[in-house]
């Protein structure tokens, strides 16, 4: 019956967002989201992380990259200085969730200062840790995750310089927490994903067609530009600058450093190209993160040369290696280790570089290699699986083609979910070349 109902909440709200929501609806969703985040999931968070006070600290314009998450929908951006504290009382099973702030930050976090009664914002959020006696208290402090580190040394020097001595060894990290907290997703958000990398991947479709491409005359930048317009007219944002580049037989396959620079340069696309974009858009506080390929047919061509689909195949390939050795519990980097040998033995010549995905489009979570640092990726790489996760499933592999006397780089990027029932791309993949007519040859 369980499995029912989600299949039926799944279909309804897929529905419900197969349409590009206008401003006031995206605010409603984005703050009953934030409510089951709150009410769902942090306490689950916070009893894992074994934390029972979490105090995040930002001042307007320069916010924590976790606390700028947690604002409503009509909260672009802190105010004055914005203290949360979030208690959690296991035994009770109850979270308060208060803002040392002049006033409630909307319906979630409630405003816990009078300052009429206590004029100082700091001995304010004193009393409240003195009432509730933590035995640990979180703070946005990382090595590994700067998206956990959001705590500036001028609050944390004004907050330690009023903090009880008793509640001083109380203090520790709360990288675990915050990590939490931007990675999982609720079964709401994932409703919502699928519909965001749809839009991605039909974005990527149409760039790719003779509505966007005419060969011959179209550049890589008249592609890339008319995708940001496009995310523009729409309506969405985009967390980077997308790129389009092309392999082709008479040039030599460029460097990692090159291929992975933003700064590809401006070619006009022909016939017998092999083009790629690396391309995301933001909605509802998501992110997507896609690479796809497509090939421009030449004037004798119908479909792509067997050689192409048959190197496509191996991206495809080393795709499946890859999410076939997730499990909850193993490191980013025993992850990575696990899959290059496997793709080595079965004669690929790969490289992995997926990350987390979500509210940020490289997000916190592990790191699973990095296109430069294959033998694994110290601190973010050592963080294990959870799951309720998003990974962009980024990675490549370098293919010998004898038809053009050189190799080809397949590279491919497409979010993929961790859950209860395993991994599960968030909306299909890429599983063939697009293709690209050009001009037909004359009878």
């Not at 061509?301 to 997730?326: C, H, M, R, W």
């Not at 499933?393 to 370098?398: A, D, S, V």
């Amino acid at each position: 019956m369980k499995n029912i109902l989600i299949a039926v909440l799944i279909l309804v709200t897929s529905l419900a967002q197969s349409q590009i929501l206008a401003e006031r609806e995206r605010s409603k969703i984005t703050d009953q989201i934030l409510a089951e985040r709150f009410d769902e999931l942090l306490p689950e968070l916070m009893d894992r992380s074994e934390i029972d006070m979490w105090i995040l600290i930002s001042r307007e314009y320069n916010e924590d990259p976790v606390l700028k998450t947690m604002l409503p929908s009509t909260w672009l951006n802190a105010r004055r200085r914005t203290i949360l504290v979030f208690y959690r009382d296991k035994e009770k099973d109850n979270l308060e969730k208060l803002a040392i702030a002049r006033y409630n930050i909307g319906d979630n976090i409630e405003s816990a200062w009078d300052k009429e009664k206590q004029p100082d914002q700091w001995k304010a959020l004193v009393d409240i840790i003195r009432d509730r006696k933590p035995s640990k208290i979180g703070l946005n402090i990382s090595e590994n995750y700067g998206i956990a580190d959001g705590l500036v040394k001028t609050d944390f020097d004004e907050f330690m310089s009023v903090l009880p001595d008793e509640f001083e060894e109380r203090i520790v990290s709360a990288e675990e927490l915050a990590v939490g907290w931007i990675e999982t997703r609720t079964l709401r958000e994932m409703v919502i994903y699928s519909d965001l990398v749809e839009m991605t991947h039909d974005i990527i479709e149409e760039a790719f067609s003779t509505k966007v491409i005419q060969p011959g005359v179209t550049t890589t930048d008249d592609v890339v530009w008319w995708m940001r317009q496009k995310v523009t007219e729409l309506g969405l944002g985009t967390w980077f600058h997308p790129t389009v580049d092309i392999q082709r037989s008479n040039e030599k396959l460029v460097d990692h450093i090159t291929a992975f620079s933003d700064e590809k340069g401006n070619s006009v696309i022909l016939p017998g190209d092999l083009i790629h974009c690396d391309f995301g858009i933001t909605y509802l506080r998501l992110n997507t993160d896609c690479q796809q390929m497509a090939y421009v047919l030449k004037a004798d061509e119908d479909e792509a040369p067997e050689y192409l689909v048959e190197a496509f195949g191996k991206g495809n390939q080393l795709q499946d290696i890859l999410t076939s050795n997730f499990e909850t519990g193993l490191s980013g980097n025993e992850i990575l280790s696990k899959s290059l040998d496997q793709a080595k033995k079965e004669g690929l010549k790969a490289s992995i570089y997926t990350h987390p995905l979500g509210l940020y489009g490289h997000s916190a979570g592990p790191t699973i290699g990095m296109w430069d640092q294959q033998g694994g990726v110290s601190g973010t790489g050592d963080y294990p699986l959870y799951k309720n996760t998003v990974y962009a499933i980024e990675l490549n592999t370098e293919v010998e083609i004898a038809e053009w006397d050189k190799s080809v780089r397949i590279m491919l990027e497409e979010a993929g979910f961790w859950g209860e029932d395993g991994f599960r791309y968030v909306n299909k993949r890429q599983r063939n070349l697009m293709l690209i007519p050009g001009e037909k040859a004359e009878n």
